[in-house]
């Protein structure tokens, strides 16, 4: 069982920035970030594989935002620019990866218990 902890969330402004942490119990790959806004289905949003130095992006945030890990403190980050308020949601991170594909929820295991977002206009 692998432990995860966010940090990072908070209220911005249109335009502005917000950098989320999500940290591990141990070493795990890939790791995703995924939200969820209030009525709607969770979504991915990206995902690295340390191991093959690959990321994915959703389309909604390819540009804006990167997704980055320390492995050595087993730590996965979530830069976000240019938020708008369409970011807002309940942001979590997850490993635990099973398969077919890093950007279904449906392929990881185990999750944070999310960190909230909200960007205003």
């Known amino acids: 069982q692998v432990q995860l902890v966010e940090s990072g969330g908070g209220s911005v402004q249109a335009g502005g920035s917000l950098r989320l942490s999500c940290t591990a119990s141990?070493?795990?790959?890939?790791m995703g970030w995924f939200r969820q806004a209030p009525g709607k289905e969770r979504e991915a949003v990206a995902a690295?594989?340390?191991?093959?130095?690959?990321?994915y992006y959703a389309d909604s945030v390819e540009g804006r935002f990167t997704i980055s890990r320390d492995n050595a403190k087993n730590t996965a980050f979530l830069q976000m620019n240019s938020l708008k308020p369409e970011d807002t949601a309940v942001y979590y991170c997850?490993?635990?990866?099973?398969?077919?594909?890093?950007?279904?929820?449906?392929?990881?295991?185990?999750w944070g218990q999310g960190t909230q977002v909200t960007v205003s206009s």
């Open positions: 997850s490993t635990g990866y099973t398969g077919p594909h890093a950007l279904r929820a449906s392929s990881y295991k185990y």
């Open positions: 141990e070493y795990s790959d890939p």
């Open positions: 690295i594989y340390s191991d093959l130095g690959t990321t």
